[in-house]
């Protein structure tokens, strides 16, 4: 029996709870009575082989249509418990990748391994830890969203009084009893992403989880799927929402026209690319002097002028010589911003012609 300790997310009461590693306990808040669940960390799955960090393997996975390599010779790695970010331009190989790595569709080569278990040897038990969100949502339009997710709770052997928590958890109570089929994008794709975590997956692979959202949509996907990793869970998420990826990711790999071009954290992938932040110089006016004495200073790589602004890309120590030589030319400096290299500028390097 492990005991644990939680705070109510709306009220800050601390909450006390005792249970068995892999049960679920639901909860109602003694003060504000918000209801929740909490389940209890099953280490089975993730150390079952012992010496093993990883909880997906790809390995030389190659898959083609009809003559045309859509993923060739992909390798990589996802740790246990990390968020792994999964990049590329329309049509480069992110969703056959997926496919193949579930067994939806069968590669020509290569090797998955899930926890070091092949799926293709141990299909049954590798599935019942994974949590899926396709590209394409879809449900039995013809039932509620409750009817549709109880559904799915029997098939994954859980228990059905998560389903009510879950829609209410993503925004979905007042159309909990509404016909699917009456839904919008955006209301299908939050109760595709709650059935994804139905069950609490130690391995979740979402596809585009983001599509259809709304801002508000997103920051509540994203604060999922964070919640998810601190309760243990490994999340290979895929997007086109490059700013969300890097605000999630512990690391990310970029797929092009089928083959992986990289694969590590965005900083460390930024500086391999020799990527340097762009300095941002409110000046009060900026005269040829001025913008003639900044080219001057050593370390600048490019310099562009936007009326009173200054936007510059260069080394970080270059700072202090850029603001001396701006007021030695007779500039009055107002503000002064930093942007380091994003996700956005290492993509697109990575995939341009």
């Known amino acids: 029996m492990v005991k644990k300790i939680l705070m109510c997310p709306n009220c800050n009461t601390k909450i006390t709870i005792e249970g068995n590693p892999g049960e679920k306990i639901y909860i109602t808040c003694s003060n504000c009575e918000s209801k929740g669940s909490y389940e209890f960390s099953n280490k089975k799955f993730t150390s079952e082989k012992k ?39 329309n049509g480069a190989g992110k969703t056959t990748t997926i496919k193949s790595i579930l067994d939806i569709i069968h590669a020509d080569s290569g090797n998955i391994l899930f926890n070091n278990l092949d799926i293709l040897k141990n299909e049954k038990e590798v599935k019942n830890y994974i949590g899926y969100l396709p590209e394409k949502v879809a449900f039995y339009n013809n039932l509620t969203a409750l009817q549709n997710l109880c559904f799915y709770a029997e098939m994954k052997n859980t228990s059905k009084d998560e389903c009510k928590l ?51 949509g997103v920051v509540l996907i994203r604060n999922k799927i964070r919640e ?58 900026i005269s040829d002097v001025i913008l003639k004495a900044v080219k001057k200073v050593k370390g600048i790589d490019k310099v562009d002028r936007d009326n009173n602004y200054l936007n510059i890309v260069c080394d970080p120590k270059t700072k202090a010589k850029i603001i001396i030589a701006i007021e030695s030319a007779g500039g009055n400096i107002i503000n002064l911003q930093t942007k380091e290299p994003s996700l956005e500028d290492v993509f697109l390097r990575y995939t341009e012609e």
Do not use: W
């Not at 996975?61 to 418990?81: I, P």
């Not at 509404?178 to 979402?206: D, T």
């Not at 083959?259 to 006016?285: M, Q, Y």
């Open 228 to 285: 998810m990793r601190d309760k243990g869970s490994t999340i290979f998420v895929s997007s086109h929402v490059l700013s969300e990826i890097q605000e999630v990711c512990d690391q990310v790999a970029i797929i092009n026209k089928g083959s992986l071009v990289a694969k590590d954290s965005v900083s460390n992938l930024s500086t391999k690319l020799n990527l340097k932040p762009t300095i941002k110089v409110e000046v009060e006016k």
């Open 166 to 216: 879950l829609i209410e958890e993503f925004g979905l109570k007042e159309s909990m009893n509404k016909k699917v089929g009456q839904y919008s994008k955006g209301m299908v794709q939050k109760l595709g992403m709650a059935r994804a975590v139905l069950g609490s997956p130690k391995i979740l692979i979402l596809d585009e989880p983001s599509g259809g959202l709304d801002p508000r």
């Open 51 to 89: 010496g093993n960090s990883y909880a997906l393997e790809v390995r030389n996975l190659s898959k083609s249509f009809n003559g045309f390599k859509a993923v060739d010779n992909v390798s990589f790695e996802v740790k246990v418990g990390e968020i792994f970010g999964f990049l590329g331009p």
